[in-house]
């Protein structure tokens, strides 16, 4: 029996048979998104870099040697004649020599020079590029909501429903099995990693960068309080963007599955292959 046969009778889908091809993404999210990309890099990289002049974490407002506040460190001892790499947390200590503590030829650093931007210690580059890459994301944040709350797409694809509540367990087993539906509007579970990033993560790691800025804390003292002090808003700045990285991790995982052509596709010229028998809408230019 042929696939058309099949096709014919309702017992299968013909082979050769696509779903449409939607416009899925404006250009608005299309740029923002490449935007936001760019500058998470090397606000990561020049982030570590930063990091590398006071590789620990504290809470509370104060941070030195008479203060017992320090929950993360990564830092390096001599054992044996050789310098060892090693990182503390919460009292627990893992060796971590060649990758972080030390690396290269028994250089003395937190992160290594291939994970910072500049390659070498250079804090003072560092922060003005930091800064830079900063204040582009949080414009790009601005004109992306901007437009998302005129298009609909802030309402339609990020703002979670109450049907995507009740949704959002079996849509995890859809992930977790690797059955993705490739539909015009996001899953509950996008739709709940989406919102996480841009109504928490985004908002905090913004909020704790403008707290550690002594001329931010003369304009806005609150920000101090409402984090507790510098030291922790520092410690939260870092949590959030580790956050952000297993995001970028699970994220780019989750487009090389669901079949990346298709994915970036959507990013680059906004059109996106649905799968067969999602609803055409010809107003929105669907093919």
């Given amino acids: 029996m042929t696939d058309a ?14 779903g449409p091809l939607i416009y899925r993404q404006s250009a608005w999210t299309r740029v923002t ?3 936001w990309a760019i500058c998470l890099f090397f606000l990561l990289l ?17 941070s030195g040697f008479e203060y017992d506040n320090t929950f993360f460190r990564i830092s ?10 090693y990182v503390e947390m919460f009292g627990n200590r893992f060796v971590t020599t060649g990758v972080l503590g030390v690396s290269g030829n028994d250089t003395r650093k937190a992160f290594p020079g291939w994970a910072t931007i500049p390659s070498y ?5 560092a922060r003005v590029v930091h800064f830079f890459f900063g204040w582009i994301l949080v414009a790009a944040l601005f004109v992306w909501a901007l437009a998302s709350f005129f298009n609909g797409h802030f309402i339609r694809d990020i703002v979670p ?4 509540v009740a949704g959002l367990p079996a849509d995890i087993v859809d992930h977790a099995t690797l ?6 509007s996001y899953s509950p579970l996008q739709k709940f990693a989406y919102a996480g990033v841009f109504f928490i993560l985004f908002p905090v790691i913004i909020l704790t960068g403008l707290t550690m800025s002594p001329g931010m804390n003369a304009v806005a003292p609150f920000l101090l309080d409402l984090f507790g002090g510098r030291q922790t808003a520092r410690s939260i700045h870092f949590i959030a963007m580790a956050l952000l990285v297993l995001f970028f991790v699970v994220h780019i995982i989750m487009v090389l599955l669901a079949g990346p052509f298709n994915e970036l596709r959507s990013m680059i010229t906004g059109w996106y292959r649905a799968s067969p028998g999602e609803p055409v809408d010809p107003g929105k230019g669907d093919r």
């Fill in 5 to 18: 046969t099949l096709d014919e009778v309702g017992t299968a889908p013909a082979r050769h048979d696509k």
């Fill in 33 to 35: 998104h490449w935007v």
């Fill in 46 to 62: 020049t982030g570590l870099n930063i990091f590398n002049a006071r590789p620990q974490l504290y809470w509370g407002q104060e």
């Fill in 76 to 85: 390096s001892e001599a054992v044996d004649g050789k310098l060892q790499g």
């Fill in 121 to 125: 210690y250079d804090l003072g580059t």
């Fill in 161 to 164: 429903k109450p049907r995507d």
């Fill in 179 to 184: 059955r993705f539906k490739h539909t015009r």
